[in-house]
């Protein structure tokens, strides 16, 4: 198993439909992350949770529902959503949330390309 | 506010050296991440830089200056694997990573 699986990597969706994204990591790391990633713009971060709590959520549209029901998986539920959510979504783990040890680095999955129609 | 400049496309020859600059504007720094994305793939960790200085790995350098709020990533002896987008992300004072655009850079036979 690769460190961080999300699925699945393509989704197609209408604006009225409800999606769910899938993450998880093989790595037993505490903290857990959702970014965006929009051609040419800086990955947004969008929801951390460190230890199954949410403690960051960057004022994301109530669109996007985070569910992090373990430490090894976070889900991104999608509704309603609008042609400008299209984009590549990224999950991520680390150690912890603060990230900043020695190598501190985080560990992306390949990510969901989103396309809402 | 906080910013990272990193330029949007690089194009270099195989076999060549290349430099990929980036700028921040942080409140407070804790430190400047370098990560490889290549095309539909994750992005990978390449380097963290907390204190001045170059540190080399392999083919790939990275270099960090402090006060001038500047960082760069020196790739050698390059390969169309190579090929791949570069994000600089800098560390703020409330740990949170500050991210660029990111640079894509076409390797050319």
């Known amino acids: ?31 857990m992350y959702w970014y965006k990633q929009s051609a040419k713009k800086p990955l947004e971060l969008m929801f951390v949770y460190s230890l199954e709590e949410r403690v960051e959520n960057n004022s994301v ?5 985070p569910e992090c029901p373990n430490s090894s998986h976070l889900f991104l539920h999608l509704h309603t959503l609008q042609p400008e959510d299209s984009a590549l979504y990224l999950c991520a783990s680390s150690q912890d949330t603060r990230g900043v040890e020695v190598t501190g ?7 969901s ?5 | 506010g906080q910013n990272i400049d990193q330029p949007t496309e690089m194009t270099a020859t195989e076999g060549a050296i290349v430099q990929i600059n980036c700028t921040y504007q942080t409140s ?9 994305q290549h095309a539909g793939e994750a992005p990978t960790f390449l380097s963290y830089n907390v204190l001045d200085g170059l540190e ?12 001038k709020g500047y960082s760069y990533l020196l790739l050698k002896e390059l390969q169309m694997k190579d090929s791949a ?3 600089c992300a800098a560390v703020d004072s409330n ?3 500050i991210w660029g655009a990111g640079t894509k850079l076409i390797i050319k036979p």
């Open chain 1, 1 to 31: 198993e690769t460190g961080v699986t999300q699925t699945p990597r393509h989704l197609v969706m209408g604006m009225t439909n409800k999606k769910s994204l899938k993450c998880e990591q093989h790595l037993g790391h505490n903290a």
């Open chain 1, 105 to 111: 680095e985080l560990f992306f999955g390949e990510g």
């Open chain 2, 85 to 87: 987008s570069y994000l």
């Open chain 2, 95 to 97: 740990y949170q990573l």
């Open chain 1, 61 to 65: 549209p109530s669109r996007f529902s």
């Open chain 2, 28 to 36: 407070g720094f804790n430190g400047l991440f370098w990560y490889q």
């Open chain 2, 56 to 67: 080399e790995k392999g083919r790939f350098s990275s270099f960090l200056s402090r006060s």
């Open chain 1, 113 to 117: 390309r989103l396309t809402v129609l």
